[in-house]
């Protein structure tokens, strides 16, 4: 059996003495990292959610104060308007007296839309200055079917209700959050006014909040309905999203309307950064490791060239040799 050179016994125990502390660094290192990207990724989704709630809560404020402005200035003519024995010429001032104010908002650079409807099927809307619509005009029996949320506003006392944005408002195509309110006469309700934003202000409000690959979903804890959600969230209902914290780091913010903020954010996302800084301190420790064998190498081969010099001339000599060495000395 061929034994091994002294330098490479040293070179092999060397290299094991070097990767097995090497190892563990690498490991407390990963460990150490994930745990503060961990951190630093709930810190930012715990800020992120803030904001997104902050700036929501606001737009529903708004929202909301501009349906309480609406309805005060027209609940005399939405009363008014169903009396079943207007005249034509009554019916026309009433209405155009609400048109007036639902169009002040019909600014191009304004966010909101309005929409103004009754069961009897009397409509106005913001959109375009309410141009399509007039006093004679009335909503088909269709599309009032299509308005499945009017008993939920009418039985809620005129307070305000935030609704989802796939809800169908009359003659509104568009994806839309919108806050509806019901205009009550006492004993009945004379009328709907729904207050609108485009989707585009929503979108932009978690563009400016979230972080890449983050999902979020606005929850309506009053009426237990989601209002929204990024396309890519998982479906899960609310019990369930408790379950998804083996894939998602989840943080929870309620706002004073009651609109409760999911934020989700990919664990998966966070271990690449920490496996791009743990690869980064693989090919350093590597590196560092290969240098030092080369070192080590080079020193020990030249440490031991005489040894081994000496090494060689021990075995080469014989009792036979050896006299001959010891005469040529004394010569």
Request: charged share 25%.
């Amino acid at each position: 059996m061929k034994k091994r050179s002294f330098a490479r016994s040293l070179m092999i125990s060397y290299f094991w003495i070097a990767a097995v502390p090497l190892s563990i660094i690498l490991g407390f290192f990963f460990v150490k990292t994930t745990k503060s990207f961990m951190e630093n990724a709930r810190q930012e989704a715990e800020a992120s959610a803030k904001l997104i709630s902050s700036q929501i809560q606001s737009l529903v404020d708004n929202m909301s104060f501009l349906s309480i402005h609406l309805v005060n200035n027209i609940m005399y003519n939405a009363k008014s308007l169903n009396y079943p024995g207007n005249s034509l010429i009554q019916e026309e001032k009433y209405y155009s007296e609400i048109q007036a104010e639902c169009c002040s908002y019909a600014i191009q650079s304004s966010l909101y839309q309005v929409v103004f409807f009754t069961d009897r099927g009397y409509y106005i809307t913001s959109n375009d200055y309410n141009i399509a619509y007039n006093s004679r005009y009335r909503l088909s029996e269709e599309e009032m079917e299509k308005v499945q949320w009017r008993e939920l506003v009418r039985h809620n006392f005129g307070q305000s209700v935030l609704l989802p944005t796939d809800t169908q408002v009359p003659l509104v195509k568009e994806t839309m959050l919108t806050l509806a309110r019901a205009i009550r006469d006492p004993g009945k309700v004379v009328g709907y006014l729904c207050v609108q934003v485009d989707m585009d202000a929503i979108e932009g409000i978690f563009k400016i909040g979230a972080p890449q690959n983050g999902q979020i979903r606005l929850y309506d804890t009053q009426n237990q309905k989601v209002i929204y959600q990024t396309s890519d969230f998982p479906e899960a209902d609310e019990e369930e999203v408790q379950t998804l914290k083996k894939e998602y780091l989840i943080t929870e913010l309620t706002d004073q309307n009651g609109i409760e903020v999911f934020f989700l954010s990919p664990k998966k996302e966070i271990y690449k950064d920490v496996m791009q800084e743990v690869r980064i301190l693989i090919a350093e420790g590597a590196g560092l490791l290969i240098l030092t064998i080369w070192v080590m190498r080079y020193c020990t081969r030249k440490m031991t060239r005489a040894l081994k010099l000496l090494t060689d001339q021990i075995q080469n000599t014989t009792l036979e040799n050896l006299d001959v060495e010891s005469q040529s000395e004394h010569e």
